[in-house]
């Protein structure tokens, strides 16, 4: 067996696992998930680091006090997805990961779509949803499937947001550990430019594309870059 499951209820007899075991041996993969706290966890590939899962409740909840002091039109992503006084669109993140965009999204008030392909971390976000409680929760549809897929189906919201991993030759700063762990079994975003290239086709009126900011820009040159300490926002609009 090529996954280890500590506690919960995915044993082997069980769909899940066995989709979940299938995949990870034709991959290669040894991982391991631990059910803790009511959820399940991704043991890091080092030992000495705790395992990585998403806390929903903690994260919204830790996002609520921090919204009670400053206003949430003038966070930087907020201002990229269009983010307004007494406008809060619906928004398609393409690349769920750990959901950090995803529950920034949510803590501004706005509804969101999020996919992920990759099984391992689709499981993961289903996993911490099932245990989640907070009310901003009911405004996120999660939708295991890849983006190329997702957008043939020619339906999206207004706001079109990507976050791809994809590597250029000003992508310097180390990444941190879930990124780390994620290039190891994930890899890049091979297909990054055609998901661009066909969000882009559907015409939105805003495609948001998050890159590091000393990075090249993804397929074309955006109208409006909204720029922090290490990240930036390439902003598409329609027409």
């Known amino acids: 067996m090529n996954l ?36 399940y966890w991704l043991h890091s590939d080092d030992p000495k680091e705790r395992p990585i899962g998403i ?21 930087l992503l907020a201002r990229a997805v269009g983010v307004k006084p007494g406008i809060r669109p619906k928004i398609l993140d393409l690349t769920g990961g750990l959901l950090g965009d995803t529950l920034l999204f949510l803590s501004f008030g706005c509804e969101v779509i999020t ?25 996120l549809t999660f939708i295991p499937m890849d983006a190329e897929s997702y957008l043939a189906q020619k339906n999206i919201p207004d706001v079109v947001f990507f976050d791809p991993m994809f590597e250029d030759a000003n992508a310097r700063a180390l990444p941190k550990k879930e990124m780390r762990i994620f290039r190891s079994f994930v890899g890049q975003d091979q297909d990054a430019l055609n998901v661009f290239r066909r969000a882009r086709e559907l015409n939105p009126k805003r495609l948001v594309v998050k890159r590091p900011r000393l990075s090249v820009e ?18 598409y609009f329609s027409g």
């Open 4 to 39: 280890k499951v500590i506690g919960g209820a995915l044993s082997f007899e069980t769909s899940d696992f066995q989709r979940l075991n299938n995949y990870c041996e034709s991959e290669g993969l040894f991982l391991t998930l631990e059910w803790i706290n009511g959820q």
């Open 55 to 75: 806390q929903i409740d903690q994260e919204l909840e830790r996002h609520d006090e921090f919204f009670k002091r400053s206003s949430i039109v003038k966070e």
């Open 115 to 139: 996919l992920e392909r990759h099984p391992v971390i689709a499981f993961l976000i289903q996993s911490a949803l099932n245990n989640a409680h907070h009310p901003a929760v009911n405004c």
């Open 218 to 235: 993804l397929g074309e040159v955006p109208k409006i870059k909204f720029e922090g300490k290490a990240t930036r926002y390439d902003v």
